[in-house]
């Protein structure tokens, strides 16, 4: 099953945006899912995971991004505030491939990956 992610956009350092993902089709059944984001050049990075453990979060997005997850409408969000012109990137969701989630944020234990959705801070 294919996520798909979507409202990304372009503001001004310091605005806020709110992304989504949901599958194509069905239901998340994976026991986790996280965000990752990849600049121009760059590697793709973690940037959030959501599962019964909670929410993880690098130094780098502490504190201004919030995952969060809706069972009932099947989606979840990826809540940022106080952006900055570092944190432009294509942001893509997520699923964790194995059974049990022991919080690893490595991109190649994910998969599902959607198309991404673009955001660009401008300072």
């Known amino acids: 099953v294919q996520l798909v992610e979507s409202g990304g956009g372009s503001v001004q350092a310091g605005g806020s945006l709110r992304l989504s993902c949901a599958p194509s089709?069905?239901?998340?059944?994976?026991?986790?899912v996280a965000w990752f984001r990849q600049a121009p050049g760059r590697e793709r990075e973690f940037v959030a995971a959501?599962?019964?453990?909670?929410?993880a979060y690098p130094g780098s997005v502490k504190g201004r991004f919030t995952i969060s997850r809706d069972n009932a409408k099947n989606t979840v969000w990826l809540e940022m505030n106080s952006l900055k012109s570092e944190d432009t990137a294509v942001y893509y969701c997520?699923?964790?491939?194995?059974?049990?989630?022991?919080?690893?944020?490595?991109?190649?234990?994910?998969?599902?990956w959607g198309q991404g959705t673009q955001v660009t801070v401008s300072s």
């Open positions: 997520a699923a964790f491939q194995g059974r049990t989630y022991t919080g690893s944020v490595r991109n190649t234990d994910f998969g599902s």
């Open positions: 959501i599962s019964s453990r909670g929410a």
């Open positions: 089709t069905g239901t998340f059944s994976s026991p986790a």
